[in-house]
């Protein structure tokens, strides 16, 4: 199994940092795009290669999120219409997560088998993401996915300044 961090509070619409392994080396490198539309974010493996790119749609009645992995579309954030409280659904072909995504404590599955887990890490080299993929075919998924989920929270937290 490995253990990918990305450390916490680092993301903003034009955000530049870097996904590290257990020994503190670059594994990712991800630009945010400024100024442009529509917003995305850019992963890039260890020689600069983009493996994974995350859109948001401009023009859409609700927030939504595409996440493409080596150039195929692998999965879709959405924000569902609700009354009381935010509400955002996850839809991929055959990816499912389980748990509270929101606070990123949650486990992935593919065809109902576990192929990773993101949780906080405390007392890592600061406040952090832990994703831990189990299976590694999945790795790039799972840090698109963990990527795109802040990018829908900074999105909704924006939005809820904004109004105030």
């Not at 990918?4 to 903003?12: A, D, G």
């Not at 990816?95 to 906080?120: A, P």
């Not at 406040?127 to 989920?149: F, G, H, K, P, Q």
Request: charged letters at 25%; aromatic letters at 12%; a negative charge.
């Amino acid at each position: 199994m490995k253990q990918l961090y990305i450390k916490q509070k680092v993301f903003s619409l034009s955000g530049k940092f870097t996904v590290k392994d257990h020994e503190e080396k670059d594994r990712y490198y991800v630009e945010g795009s400024f100024m442009k539309v529509p917003k995305t974010f850019s992963i890039m493996d260890a020689s600069r290669e983009e493996v994974a790119l995350i859109t948001k749609k401009t023009f859409s009645f609700l927030p939504k999120f595409f996440v493409e992995v080596n150039g195929q579309e692998v999965l879709t954030i959405k924000k569902e219409l609700s009354f009381l409280k935010a509400r955002y659904t996850i839809d991929a072909a055959g990816i499912e997560v389980q748990g509270n995504w929101w606070d990123m404590n949650f486990q992935v599955l593919q065809h109902g088998k576990v192929v990773g887990e993101v949780g906080k890490e405390w007392f890592s080299w600061g406040d952090s993401y832990r994703v831990s993929v189990i299976n590694e075919e999945m790795e790039t998924i799972m840090i698109a996915l963990v990527i795109a989920i802040d990018c829908v929270k900074a999105d909704e937290a924006a939005a809820a300044s904004s109004a105030n």
